[in-house]
Each structure stands twice: as C-alpha cells, then as structure tokens.
C-alpha cells in the first residue's frame, strides 16, 4: 500500500470524490456541492493506494495556527478492518505535525468513535447532527 498527497483536480482527487459520495453521502441520500468541493483547494488530500486503485482517503483542512480538522475518512465496505484507516490516520498526522500543527480534531460519526478512540482520540463536547446522523467532536494532542 501507498500513501500519497493528491493534487486538487487530479485524475486521483476525482477517484478520491466518487469513493467519499459512495462512502459518506450515498447511504444518506446527499451529496457534494460545487461550492464544498471548492473549497477543499487548500487542503491536505490523501490517498492510500494499490497501484492505480484507491483503498481509503481523507483529507486534512486548516481550522488556525494551532489545529487542523481531519475529514472525509473513508476506506470501502470490502477493505475496512485491514489497517488501511490506520495507517491513513497515522500518514495523516505526520503530515500535520510536519507542517507544524499541534492539534488535530475531527466531526466524528458515532459509529467511528471506537476507530479514532483506538488511536488516541478523546470526545470533546456533547453530541450533535451533521449531514443527519450523529456525531462528536474528537481531537488528539499531535506533540
Ligand atoms: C471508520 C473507517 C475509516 C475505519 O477504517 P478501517 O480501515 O476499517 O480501520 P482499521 O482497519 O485501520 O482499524 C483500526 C482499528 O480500529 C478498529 N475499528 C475500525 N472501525 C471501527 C469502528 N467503526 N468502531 C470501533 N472500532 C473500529 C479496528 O477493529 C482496529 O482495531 P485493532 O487495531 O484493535 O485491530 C471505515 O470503517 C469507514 O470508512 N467507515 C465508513 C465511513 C466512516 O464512518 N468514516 C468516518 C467518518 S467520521
């Protein structure tokens, strides 16, 4: 498996859109608008690859000096519980520690809350909706 950063609008980044749609947005009848995906131009994309296959991604987006927000973790149905999340996290903070963050949090749906609590995570606050389920904010002290 290969970790890597995607360019914003690279064959890869629209491989790394249809998995995020058939992962996050599909099973709750939404999907991503134009402006969302604008957005996301200044942020850290992230692919874990087998050859030209993409078996996870995420992405890591600037909150201030201090923090990044990781987001949009996805890895397929068929490849979950193989590490690939793992190691998508694991690639992920280095990257941000590098660039000199010194906290990462996310917006973390309920039913991912054991995955990112095994990787240090604590909640920090009380549940809210997002995209319609529920989710808590975690967040990890990257020094
Ligand atoms: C959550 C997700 C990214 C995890 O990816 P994954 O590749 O299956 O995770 P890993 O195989 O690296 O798992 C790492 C550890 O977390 C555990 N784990 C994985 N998903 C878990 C979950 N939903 N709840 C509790 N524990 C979980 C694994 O058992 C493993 O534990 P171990 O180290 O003791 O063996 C993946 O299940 C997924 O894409 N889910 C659907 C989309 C989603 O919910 N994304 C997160 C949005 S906030």
Not at 85 to 93: C, D, N, P, S, T
């Amino acid at each position: 498996m290969a970790l890597k950063m995607i360019d914003y609008g690279s064959p890869e980044y629209k491989q790394m859109t249809q998995l995020r749609l058939d992962m996050l947005r599909k099973p709750l009848g939404l999907t991503f608008t134009a402006e969302e995906l604008e957005n996301e131009k200044d942020d850290v994309l992230i692919g874990a690859f087998e050859d030209e296959k993409m078996l996870g991604c995420c992405l890591l987006t600037k909150v201030d000096e201090k923090t990044m927000r990781l987001r949009q973790m996805a890895v397929p149905n068929s490849l979950q519980g193989k590490g690939i999340g793992r190691a998508l996290m694991v690639f992920a903070e280095n990257i941000a520690r590098d660039l000199g963050y010194q906290k990462l949090i996310m917006h973390a749906r309920k039913t991912a809350l054991g995955f990112y609590g095994k990787l240090g995570y604590t909640i920090g606050g009380d549940e809210f909706t997002e995209v319609t389920i529920p989710h808590y904010v975690m967040e990890k002290n990257l020094r």
